[in-house]
């Protein structure tokens, strides 16, 4: 393990592991000294890590000390957040409902289509069809699961979009929106978010959550429209280790 000295501890990812056949780890804390990067680097050397995750600060040195360990910049994290006191649900356009498992598989196929701006779409390592799958997967478990709910939006009786929604204690966050290519420009994300934030109301939630990518514009101002203010912006790193360059599987 990593020193105490350090000011960087890497945790080994069981799950993306698996998930996308390659041994991943994630730098736990977001910012570098070089000393807790040669750490972080010899440890990976140590336990075989394929890919690093690293969620920075935008602190010069730590983006210095990043970038000429070859650590690749593969997206901008913004965070938005809101009080949904406020919130309204949708007074127009397309029904929005609760989850069905009749809906499962569509959403997964709208999931599939509806995330490519994400990081492990522009990362290039990994496998498209297994990042269309994450997004899929990431639905499908969303569905049903504690403290979590999910809406849909229907165009001519057929789901055409989704929103799912996570409430723990007073605190809530948006976690996945899509919209299906052809229901676009309807209006539909306008009001998933806005039946999101009557239902975190509803669940006595003090503050609204939800990340999005930095060049995802359209995205940040769908979430500003609808009383979210930005928090915090992040830089996401991927390392690879030398092997494992042509993302090739074991």
């Known amino acids: 393990m990593i020193s105490q ?12 592991s698996k998930f996308f056949g390659f041994r991943i780890a994630r730098l736990q804390h977001s910012r570098l000294n070089q000393e807790a990067l040669d750490e972080a ?9 394929d890919c690093l995750y690293f969620l920075a600060d935008s602190d010069p040195t730590t983006v210095a000390l990043a970038e000429s360990a070859h650590f690749h910049l ?19 356009g397309a029904p929005i409902r609760s989850w069905m498992p009749a809906d499962i598989s569509r959403l997964r196929s709208i ?16 496998p498209v069809e297994r990042c269309e799958d994450l997004y899929g997967t990431w639905i499908e478990q969303s569905c049903g699961a504690e403290g979590t709910q999910v809406f849909v939006a229907e165009v001519a009786g057929k789901v055409a979009g989704y929103v799912s929604c996570h409430a723990r204690a007073q605190e809530g966050s948006i976690g996945l929106l899509g919209i299906a290519d052809e229901a676009r420009g309807r209006g539909l994300g306008r009001n998933l978010v806005l039946q999101a934030l009557a239902w975190f109301r509803d669940q006595s939630t003090n ?7 930095g060049h995802n514009v359209a995205a940040q101002r769908l979430y ?27």
């Open 74 to 92: 593969v997206d901008i994290r913004v965070t938005l957040e809101t009080h949904p006191q406020n919130g309204m649900p949708p007074v127009d």
């Open 224 to 250: 500003q429209k609808a009383g979210f203010t930005t928090q915090s912006e992040q830089l996401w790193y991927h390392y690879w280790s030398e092997g494992r360059l042509d993302g090739s599987n074991h």
């Open 111 to 126: 999931a599939a289509a509806s995330h490519q701006d994400s990081r492990f779409y522009r990362d290039g390592h990994f």
């Open 207 to 213: 503050s609204v959550s939800v990340v999005t990518q």
């Open 5 to 16: 000295a350090g000011l960087a501890a890497c945790r080994f990812l069981e799950w993306d």
């Open 41 to 49: 680097l010899a440890w990976c050397r140590k336990e075989h890590i």
